[in-house]
Structures are given as structure tokens and as C-alpha cells.
């Protein structure tokens, strides 16, 4: 850690730290940093608890075009709502990725099919689901996190009686 970043472990944790290359507040810590791949400055937005950079960014040189600009009010929460638009993003395609769904017509109804995938390091697997019009579940099976859920895909699971795919 730089000698010119105040420890955050220490003092008193509910005052908001306001410093020239380090705010905190608002669940939220803006920290100036060097940036490694040329001679300017990049600013790292790290969400309380959380041990990466929600977020990292150019910062903008002071004037004297050596030391950066500091922080402020204004540029702090702008930083925020920049964070906070990259992880509901992030977890908007994560919830994407993990939970599709398709609707199908049988027997003169609409059947909506759901995959939920449930991943694990060591037994990744979905749970493909059918629900009905009223919302009751008509079946579900558990089948590979890698099944493709396409229309095609669940009418013939639905025509098939609701086994588990292969």
C-alpha cells in the first residue's frame, strides 16, 4: 500500500475519510493509485467488503502534470453511480446467463420452459422447468448446466412426457 493512503482499518470507521487520493463514504472507497501502464493516474472504486475494484479508470493529471487531481465531492459521486451502474450491469448478465427461459404452445396452451442453472466447481447441473398459464409447475427435471434451452428444445421435452433430456 502507498505511504500517502491512510490505513482504513484504523481511527474511527464512521467518520468519511476525505482526502486528496482517498474518499470514503456512502459504502464506497474512490482511491488514486499510479497507473502501471503509463505515467498518469487511475482512480479504483472498491464497494465496502468487497476485495476488487468495482470499477477502475483514467484519472486526471493536476496541474502541475505530475501529481493527479484530487478528489472532490462532485468527481466522488460521479464515481459512485459509475460503480454502482458497472456491478448492476455485471449482475444483470450474470442473471442472464444463469436463468433463460422460451415459451411453447402445446395442446392449445402456452407453456413457459425455465432453465436455471446452478453452477458449482464440482457438480454444475440446471433445473429445466414447465409452467403452466395459471403458474403451477408442471414438471421439472435436472439436467447439464451446458443444456441449450431453445424453443425446439422444449417442445420435445414436453412432447417426450417431460423426461430428462440426454
Known sequence: MNDDVTDLESGDNDAPVQEARLWQGNGW???VIKNEDDEGWAVAM???GEPEPALVGPWTMGRDKKNPKPLDVNA?????KTASEVIRRHEQH???MLHKSTVVWWEGSELKVTLD???D???PYALLTAIDEMGEQLAQVRVAASFK??????QSWIENGYKAPR
Open 117 to 119: 442453472i446452478k453452477p
Open 94 to 96: 450474470l442473471h442472464a
Open 29 to 31: 472507497t474512490a482511491r
Open 46 to 48: 472498491y464497494k465496502d
Open 121 to 123: 466447481d464440482d457438480d
Open 149 to 154: 434451452l431453445t424453443p425446439a428444445s422444449a
Open 76 to 80: 466522488f459521486n460521479t464515481l459512485i
